[in-house]
């Protein structure tokens, strides 16, 4: 088993959750307006409510630690940089009209796009590093446990 497979076993978990993001853009041209708000409310309870917190504790945690393994204090800022861009297509999301079903398809197909690229690159590059590392893994995987992530939990 790789040092890494808790944090791959959560991403495995929320990947399941984000090709609904995918789904529901698909529906939506197909929906009411009434059912177009219980569907994007569905999608921003998972992404405020699950993915966004995962992002902070990666902000907190793994990208620091990955940036001192590699050596170079700002490794981590094209992540960062995509935490931010998806922060941003959940707030267009948000304020997207109900009756606009195209701007809600390109909030949803927007998210997904940017959160799939984003885990393949932590997934290839960051995870990489970490099984090189099973040192730094653990105390990844310790101090995640500490504030209460998922990734202890497997």
Do not use: C, N
Not at 4 to 28: G, K, S, W
Not at 110 to 120: E, K, M, Q, R, S
Request: charged share 30%.
């Amino acid at each position: 088993m790789r040092p890494t497979e808790p944090l791959r076993d959560e991403h495995r978990e929320l990947v399941e959750h984000i090709e609904h993001l995918a789904l529901a853009a698909r529906e939506m041209p197909r929906l009411s307006d009434e059912e177009r708000d219980l569907l994007r409310d569905r999608m921003l309870e998972f992404l405020r409510g699950t993915l966004l917190p995962h992002a902070a504790v990666e902000e907190e945690i793994l990208y620091p630690e990955w940036a001192a393994l590699v050596g170079f204090p700002a490794a981590a800022e094209p992540m960062i940089h995509d935490h931010a861009a998806i922060v941003a297509y959940v707030q267009r999301l948000e304020a997207a009209d109900a009756a606009d079903a195209d701007e809600l398809q390109a909030a949803l197909y927007g998210l997904h796009a940017l959160i799939a690229v984003h885990f393949a690159k932590e997934e290839d590059i960051q995870m990489a590093a970490f099984d090189a590392a099973p040192e730094a893994t653990e105390r990844v995987l310790r101090r995640v446990a500490a504030v209460g992530g998922h990734a202890h939990a497997h």
